[in-house]
């Protein structure tokens, strides 16, 4: 098909976050948001350079904030890990012991659920 589209409601620690994607021909679209609120404040895109050999990764800000944001963050993250583009919208507001939370929650559901964003 053109693209799919999936929603998982997931935990990290006291944290309760849903995550909206959609799988899209060569890039994937990552909405991270609180249980509570689903909000659109930030969007950041990361792709692949043009070489691939160089394992290099080019993000950018498209929504909200300057420069680095969480979303182009995670997007750079999950673009050299997957090797493909990523859009995400990370709305969430994360200390640093909740963030190693989150990474390792998104990360896991990520790895087990592989086929709904790549």
């Known amino acids: ?8 409601h ?3 620690g006291p944290l309760q976050f849903t995550i ?3 799988k899209m021909q060569g890039s994937t679209i990552l909405f991270v948001n609180s249980k509570e609120s689903e909000v ?6 990361a792709m ?3 070489d691939p050999s160089s394992g290099e990764t080019i993000s950018s800000t498209i929504l909200g904030g300057y420069g680095q944001t969480d979303s182009s963050v995670l997007a750079a993250k999950l ?12 709305n969430l507001r994360l200390d640093r012991l909740v963030a190693s939370l989150f990474d390792k ?3 896991t559901y990520m790895c087990d659920h592989l086929e709904h964003f790549v």
């Open 1 to 8: 098909g053109l693209f799919t589209s999936h929603c998982a």
């Open 10 to 12: 997931l935990e990290a």
């Open 20 to 22: 909206r994607v959609l």
């Open 40 to 45: 659109l404040e930030e969007l950041g895109v």
């Open 48 to 50: 692949p350079a043009r």
């Open 79 to 90: 673009s050299k890990r997957y090797g493909r583009q990523f859009y995400v919208s990370m």
């Open 105 to 107: 929650a998104l990360v």
